[in-house]
């Protein structure tokens, strides 16, 4: 009998796309997280402040590792595969494997935007997802996002994800609450296994 255990000591797999390599998150990538979340744009978005020192982002990669190995999470960095230079992170928060859902948040730096490159991404986590290779098989994603991010909004809705409602102040930041929209897409392979049947 297989020790269920042992599925969080599985790495998150290398993904690639047209122009993106998805690196599974480690301790190399120090420098490259540092760069991300001590931008003020992109952390903005989360509703959280921005690192300042290098210990901070040692104690995020810490925390990041902590939820992998504890089978909740799964962060991986995007780098162009033409030069290698890491742009954005993505990470499944929260897997479920009993409910068969998980929560998805990702950055990418200012110089990168508008160029389609977290669609990219985007698609390929989703693929994984559906295959059930990697968390199990998957039901459902979600993804909570302040209500003025709207090129992160449009992104999802393109990819298929649908606005369930708001969270209503979900999210104390500078001294204020916060609301989160809130978006889910449900497999739709399941349905397709279902019609054939």
Known sequence: MRNASLSCMILPPTLETDRLR???????HLEAIFRIYSNPEVVRLFGQDCMTDLEQARY???VQEQMRQLDLGA????RLKDSGEAVGSFSFDGINRQWHNVGVSYALRPEFWRRGLMSEA???LIALAWSGTFAGPMHR???LVFK?????????????????GERLGLVFWQQCYWDLASFCLINPLEASAADKH
């Open 148 to 164: 003025d991010n709207a090129a992160s909004i449009a992104m999802l809705c393109k990819a298929g994800f649908v606005c369930e």
């Open 22 to 28: 998805l690196d599974p998150l480690d301790e190399h």
């Open 75 to 78: 962060t991986w960095v995007l």
């Open 141 to 143: 994603i979600q993804a």
């Open 60 to 62: 995020w990669l810490q």
């Open 122 to 124: 985007l698609a390929a």
